[in-house]
Nanobody
Framework: VQLQASGGGLVQAGGSLRLSCTGS????????????IGWFRQAPGKEREEVSC????????TYADSVKGRFTISSDVAKNTVYLQMNSLKSEDTAVYYC?????????????????WGLGTQVTVSS
């Protein structure tokens, strides 16, 4: 399984960005809806933290407390893509954002639940 994250960039505080995570190369017998997708981020000198996740059927989503009310996760099955709409960005949102996928029935909030990771996309919020 390959994951391609995109959409990062430089934005002023209060601005918005939309990250995309597109999946391909799914395991035999699996389709995009069989995978839970998570967004994680890691800032310099800090541990990786969960941002948001969505189940394959999109009936379950979670958000870290720090992004609730500002970020929205969604999926487009036809495009094999999960989006993370980020509004009202703050300087503390600056980090490399990674998307990850898992076909296991597991806690999507935990990074150890994921088997496949994409390369990160840098988000920089200037104050």
């Amino acid at each position: 399984v390959q994951l391609q994250a995109s959409g990062g960039g430089l934005v002023q505080a209060g601005g918005s960005l939309r990250l995309s995570c597109t999946g391909s190369g799914f395991n035999r017998g699996f389709t995009f809806v069989d995978y839970g997708i998570g967004w994680f981020r890691q800032a310099p000198g800090k541990e990786r933290e969960e941002v948001s996740c969505i189940s394959g059927s999109a009936d379950y989503t979670t958000y870290a407390d720090s992004v609730k009310g500002r970020f929205t996760i969604s999926s487009d099955v036809a495009k094999n893509t999960v989006y993370l709409q980020m509004n009202s960005l703050k300087s503390e949102d600056t980090a490399v954002y990674y998307c990850a996928a898992t076909a296991r029935y597991s806690d999507l909030r935990r990074s150890v639940s994921y088997d496949y990771w994409g390369l990160g996309t840098q988000v920089t919020v200037s104050s």
